[in-house]
């Protein structure tokens, strides 16, 4: 390891950051020669996805010519009767600071899937001491929080919850005691009386628009 300066560090080896497993983070920020990524990925739909260090451009990297989402505001319908709220994302830019921050939630999509288990390589990136938890984002009410690490929750904390599957669809989880969550990912929740409104809509600039009913979805 060199030592840059009395907080910042690289590190002359790589290091793994998989989906299947909890990641190791240091107290200081540290550049590593290479991350070895291990995460699914799909071609046609978006996946959310919450990485631990930051991604200044996408050439060079295995998720080159990926659309790369963040959360960028949740507005209520204004048409009368329309009990609905619009989760709106626009494209990360990677231009003038615009890029993927490490710990922060985001979709994307890639040009060519990965399947479970593929192992990606990023080569000199840089971990901040963000911890294990990843952050959140937050607009009138809904959050989109980062997931770096597997997490199991009980039937009574997902209830509040929502999860992006395939076809861009958000979907809450119901018919289990408890539910395990593989990291490298994000999740919505919904607060105060925002979590009465019907029908939540996402909103892509491709113009893919879903939606979810808050209702009680035995089994899925």
């Not at 978006?46 to 260090?53: A, D, E, G, R, V």
């Not at 200044?56 to 507005?75: C, H, I, N, R």
């Not at 990677?94 to 080569?123: C, H, Q, R, S, W």
């Not at 911890?131 to 509040?160: C, M, R, W």
Request: proline share 4%.
């Amino acid at each position: 390891i060199e030592m840059v300066s009395d907080r910042t560090r690289t590190a002359h080896f790589g290091i793994d950051v998989w989906e299947t497993k909890s990641i190791t983070q240091t107290n200081e920020e540290m550049t590593f020669k290479g991350v070895f990524v291990q995460r699914e990925l799909d071609d046609v739909s978006y996946s959310t996805i919450c990485l631990p260090f930051n991604l200044t451009t996408l050439e060079g990297t295995p998720y080159e010519g990926a659309s790369v989402l963040k959360f960028d505001k949740a507005e209520d319908s204004d048409v009368a009767g329309d009990n609905r709220t619009f989760l709106t994302f626009k494209e990360v830019t990677f231009t003038n600071g615009d890029i993927m921050e490490a710990g922060k939630p985001y979709l994307i999509k890639v040009n060519t899937p990965i399947a479970k288990g593929a192992e990606k390589i990023f080569k000199n990136v840089t971990c901040p001491p963000i911890g294990t938890q990843g952050q959140s984002v937050t607009y009138n009410g809904v959050t989109f929080h980062g997931l770096l690490n597997p997490a199991t929750f009980s039937k009574a904390e997902i209830k509040d919850k929502l999860f992006l599957t395939a076809d861009n669809r958000l979907v809450s989880l119901y018919g289990q005691n408890e539910f395990t969550i593989n990291g490298l990912r994000g999740y919505f929740t919904v607060s105060g009386d925002i979590a009465k409104t019907a029908e939540f809509v996402l909103n892509l600039p491709e113009k893919v628009v879903t939606s979810t009913p808050m209702v009680n979805m035995a089994d899925t």
